[in-house]
C-alpha cells in the first residue's frame, strides 16, 4: 500500500515544480501579457503554505510590474491590454496575489507591500468587486500590520479605525473578514492607544465596539473568544473613561443586551479563570456605563429555547467575584510575603493583582448599591430566593475581605492601596448593613480607621470610607463605646479638621462633614463617654471650627459647627482653655461670635431648610444654659 503512495506523492511533486516553473518563466518575459498569464497559473497552482514557492515567484514577477497591476485596476495604472472592461479583473487579481505574497513575511514587511496599503484602503473604499476582493484587501492589511511596525503604523494613519468602523456592521456575524476586522482592531488598539485619544477616534470606537458586542454575544466558536479579548482590552485601557461617555450617548440598546448576553454565557460555562476575568471587566465598565440596572435584565443565548430568569447576570456575576475575591486576596497576601524577601517579581505581581483587585471590588460595590436601592422599593424585581442569595453572597465576600485586613493587622502592614479599597468595599457594606459582621468590626474597627493609601500621609479616605457606618453605630451607647476604647474618634476628629481645611479652600464635600459632624456630636452626647485625658484633640477641633465659620455665611455648616463646640464646652472652662498653650484668646473670640450667631436665630422666621437645623439649635441653647457662668466671654459676646 505504501509504494502506490509514495508514487502518487512523487507525481505530485514532479507536477507542482513543473507547474512552478513554467509560472517563472512567464513572470520573467518581457510581455505584460506573459506575466499577467503567469500570475493567474500562480493563482490555480501555487499553494498559499509553500512560502518557498511563493518566495521564488515575488522575485521573479517583482514589485514594480506589481505596483503597475493594482494601479491599472484603481484606473491609473498602464498594464498593456488595461482596458476598461479587464479593469475589475486586473483588480481581482493583483489583490489576490499582494495578499497571497504577504504571507511571506519578508515581504509583507518590505516598503513596496507597506506603500500599497493606501491603495488597498482605496478599493475597500469602492467596494466593486465585491465579497472576495474585498476579503482578501483584510487579509493583505492584516499580515502587513503583523509583519511590521512600519506596516501597522501605515494601516492606523490611513485610517484603518474609519474604514474598520464604516465597514463592520455589514460584515456577515462569524465571518472570516469579522475575525480578521477583530483582529486588526486588536493590533491597532494595541500599539497605538495614544492616536485613539490624540486623533479623536472615540466615536468611531464606540461604533466597533457596538459591532463587536453582537460577536460576543452571538458567536459560540473561537472568534468570541477574540470578540471577548478585544472588549476586554478596549475597556482596560487608559481612555475607557472616555469612552465609557461615547458609549453612552448611543440610542440603541442593543449593544448592552449583547454585553449582557455574552457576560453571562462566559460566567455560566467552563472557561480559562483568565477568561472569566476579562468577562468581569467588561461587566463592571457596562454597570459603570448603564448603570446597576444592568445587571438585571433579559438574556438571550443561542440555542436556548427556555426563558433565562432576569436575575440570572446578577448572579452569575456576584459569584464570580466573589471567588475572584477570595483567590485574589489570598494571592495578593503571599505575593507581599513574598515581596518581603525582596523579591522584584513579586513586587510587580503585587501591582496586577491589586489591578484586579479594584475590578472586582468596583462590581460588589456597585452590586451593594443596587441590592439596596432594590430593598428600599416596593414591589421590586428580584423574587426573595434571588435577594437571599444576593445577600448571603455579599456577606461571604466582606467576609473574606474582613480576613485579609486581620492578616495585614497581624502583619503591621497599613500601608497600601489594597487595603483602602478594602475598607471602602467594607464601608459600603456596612453602610448599608451596620450590625453585619459585628464581632469582627469590634476587633478590627481601629486598624481600619489607620489604614493609608500608598500616597496618603493620613488615614483620611478610609475614615471617609466608613462614616456612613459610623455614624448609625454611634446612635447606640455600644457605638459610641467601641469608637471610644479603640480611639477611633481621633482619627474622625482629624478628618473632620481635613475636610473642613478643604472646604475653606474652595473643595466641597459636604456629605462627608455632615456624617462626621453627626458621628462627633453622637460621641459628645453620650453621658457616659467621657474625654479627659484627651483635651489637645477637641481644642485642635475648636481652632478648626472657628477658623472655619468666621468666613462662612451656611446656617447648617454654622449650627453644626455650634453644636459641636456646646458639646465641647461641657467638658471644659473659659480659663481651662486660656491656660492650654495651643489655644488664643482670639480663638476664644471667633467661638463666643459663632455661639452669639446660632443663638440669634432663635425665635426668627425660619424657611423649611433652616428648620432642619432646629434641633442643633436646641442643643446649643440647652449647652448655653449649662455652661455660660464658666465662659463670661461668651456670655457677654451673646448678650444674656
Not at 453620650?526 to 485642635?540: A, C, P, R, V
Not at 489655644?583 to 423649611?608: K, P, V
Request: charged fraction near 20%; hydrophobic fraction near 40%; charge should be negative.
Amino acid at each position: 500500500m505504501e509504494e502506490p503512495q509514495l508514487l502518487q506523492q512523487q507525481e505530485e511533486e514532479q507536477s507542482q515544480s513543473v507547474s512552478l516553473q513554467d509560472c517563472l518563466k512567464l513572470l520573467k518575459g518581457e510581455q505584460d501579457e506573459q506575466r499577467l498569464a503567469g500570475l493567474l497559473l500562480v493563482t490555480k497552482s501555487c499553494k498559499s503554505d509553500d512560502l518557498v514557492s511563493l518566495r521564488a515567484i515575488y522575485d521573479a514577477v517583482g514589485p514594480h510590474f506589481l505596483d503597475r497591476l493594482l494601479r491599472t485596476g484603481l484606473g491609473k495604472g498602464v498594464v498593456s491590454s488595461g482596458s476598461g472592461e479587464n479593469r475589475d479583473a486586473y483588480l481581482q487579481l493583483s489583490v489576490s496575489v499582494l495578499s497571497a505574497f504577504c504571507r511571506v513575511s519578508e515581504i509583507a514587511s518590505s516598503k513596496e507591500m507597506v506603500s500599497k496599503v493606501p491603495m488597498i484602503f482605496e478599493v475597500m473604499s469602492m467596494n466593486r468587486s465585491g465579497m472576495p476582493v474585498l476579503e482578501e484587501c483584510y487579509e493583505f492589511l492584516y499580515l502587513v500590520s503583523t509583519a511590521s511596525e512600519d506596516g501597522l503604523t501605515a494601516v492606523y494613519e490611513s485610517g484603518g479605525i474609519k474604514l474598520l468602523a464604516h465597514q463592520m456592521s455589514a460584515l456577515p456575524d462569524g465571518s472570516r473578514l469579522m475575525e480578521l476586522a477583530t483582529k486588526l482592531v486588536q493590533l491597532m488598539l494595541k500599539k497605538l492607544s495614544q492616536g485613539i485619544v490624540e486623533n479623536d477616534h472615540l466615536s468611531e470606537l464606540s461604533v466597533i465596539v457596538t459591532k463587536i458586542a453582537r460577536q460576543f454575544a452571538l458567536l459560540q466558536n473561537a472568534l468570541k473568544f477574540e470578540a471577548l479579548h478585544l472588549l476586554s482590552a478596549i475597556f482596560s485601557s487608559e481612555y475607557s473613561t472616555l469612552l465609557h461617555d461615547a458609549l453612552r450617548v448611543i440610542q440603541n440598546e442593543n449593544w448592552s443586551n449583547h454585553m449582557r448576553d455574552g457576560v453571562a454565557t462566559i460566567l455560566q460555562n467552563r472557561v480559562a479563570p483568565a477568561e472569566k476575568f476579562e468577562a468581569l471587566i467588561l461587566a463592571e465598565s457596562m454597570v459603570s456605563i448603564k448603570g446597576e440596572g444592568w445587571l438585571i435584565g433579559q438574556i438571550n443565548l443561542p440555542n436556548v429555547q427556555d426563558p433565562i430568569p432576569a436575575d440570572r447576570c446578577l448572579l452569575l456575576v456576584l459569584e464570580s467575584s466573589r471567588v475572584e475575591v477570595a483567590v485574589l486576596l489570598n494571592e495578593l497576601a503571599y505575593s507581599k510575603y513574598e515581596a518581603s524577601k525582596s523579591s522584584s517579581s513579586a513586587a510587580e505581581t503585587i501591582i496586577s493583582k491589586q489591578q484586579k483587585v479594584t475590578v472586582v471590588f468596583s462590581l460588589v460595590e456597585k452590586i451593594i448599591k443596587l441590592i439596596s436601592n432594590i430593598g428600599e422599593t416596593e414591589g421590586h424585581v428580584l423574587d426573595e430566593n434571588t435577594f437571599i442569595k444576593a445577600i448571603n453572597g455579599l456577606n461571604e465576600t466582606i467576609g473574606v475581605v474582613l480576613e485579609y485586613l486581620q492578616d495585614a493587622k497581624e502583619h503591621g502592614q497599613k500601608v497600601g492601596n489594597d487595603l483602602l479599597a478594602s475598607v471602602r468595599l467594607v464601608g459600603s457594606y456596612l453602610a448599608e448593613a451596620p450590625v453585619a459582621c459585628e464581632d469582627k468590626i469590634t476587633e478590627l474597627l481601629g486598624y481600619m480607621l489607620s489604614v493609608e493609601g500608598e500616597h496618603e500621609s493620613s488615614p483620611f479616605y478610609s475614615v471617609c470610607f466608613l462614616l456612613p457606618m459610623l455614624c448609625q453605630k454611634t446612635m447606640k451607647i455600644e457605638g459610641c463605646k467601641l469608637l471610644a476604647s479603640s480611639g477611633g474618634y481621633k482619627a474622625v476628629v482629624d478628618c473632620l479638621m481635613k475636610l473642613i481645611e478643604q472646604n475653606r479652600n474652595g473643595v466641597e464635600n459636604n456629605g462627608c462633614i455632615f456624617l462626621a459632624c453627626d458621628t462627633i456630636m453622637n460621641l459628645l452626647k453620650m453621658e457616659q463617654i467621657t474625654f479627659s485625658e484627651d483635651e489637645s484633640t477637641f481644642i485642635s477641633l475648636l481652632k478648626a471650627l472657628a477658623l472655619w465659620t468666621e468666613k462662612t455665611n451656611d446656617q447648617s455648616f454654622i449650627m453644626l459647627a455650634s453644636s459641636i463646640c456646646t458639646l465641647i464646652f461641657d467638658m471644659t472652662s473659659e480659663n481651662a482653655l486660656l491656660n492650654h498653650p495651643s489655644f488664643s484668646s482670639s480663638c476664644l473670640d471667633s467661638l463666643s461670635r459663632l455661639i452669639a450667631r446660632s443663638l440669634a436665630s432663635w425665635g426668627q422666621d425660619m424657611s423649611d431648610a433652616a428648620k432642619a437645623d432646629m434641633d442643633l439649635l436646641e442643643i446649643v441653647t440647652a449647652g448655653y444654659s449649662r455652661w455660660a457662668d464658666r465662659f463670661p466671654q461668651i456670655q457677654k459676646a451673646v448678650g444674656r
